[in-house]
């Protein structure tokens, strides 16, 4: 049984990645460019990944499904297309938030290397002009 993701999961870890962002440009939270390189690599690929998913949604809309000319097949078909693509809650809008989500983190991640290396030079700084 596979997970699957919905706009609710999704508007849960746009709440957390906004929240992780906020903290890292506050100073919340530091981390070394070591630390966070293998998870801003995963988080990119992913982004990437997730970015093409949503784009081939939207061109497989824009397809008008084989469902015949007549007014039930119209209907049926703008149906599928609002469901995928259009709604709220659709397959493509969860992705874009998703993508979204992805780019948040990687951000926080880097400004946190940013303050972490801020942080280093203050203290090696510091240390020096003692020294002398």
């Known amino acids: 049984m ?5 706009s609710k999961d999704v508007g849960s870890m746009a709440s957390e990645a906004k929240e992780m962002l906020k903290s890292a440009k506050s100073g919340g939270f530091r981390v070394s460019e070591d630390a966070a390189q293998p998870i801003r690599k995963v ?6 990944e997730v970015e093409e998913m949503s784009r081939d ?3 497989l809309t824009q397809v008008q499904p084989a469902l015949g000319a007549h007014e039930y097949g119209k209907k049926v078909a703008e149906f599928q297309r609002r469901a995928t693509t259009v ?6 809008r969860v992705l874009g938030a998703l993508h979204k989500v992805l780019l948040d983190a990687d951000q926080a991640l880097d400004i946190a290397v940013k303050k972490y290396r801020e942080s280093e030079e203050s203290a090696a700084s510091s240390i020096n002009s003692k020294q002398v």
């Open 43 to 48: 988080l990119k690929q992913f982004a990437t």
């Open 87 to 92: 709604d709220p809650t659709s397959p493509a």
């Open 57 to 59: 949604l939207v061109l």
């Open 2 to 6: 596979g997970a699957s993701l919905n």
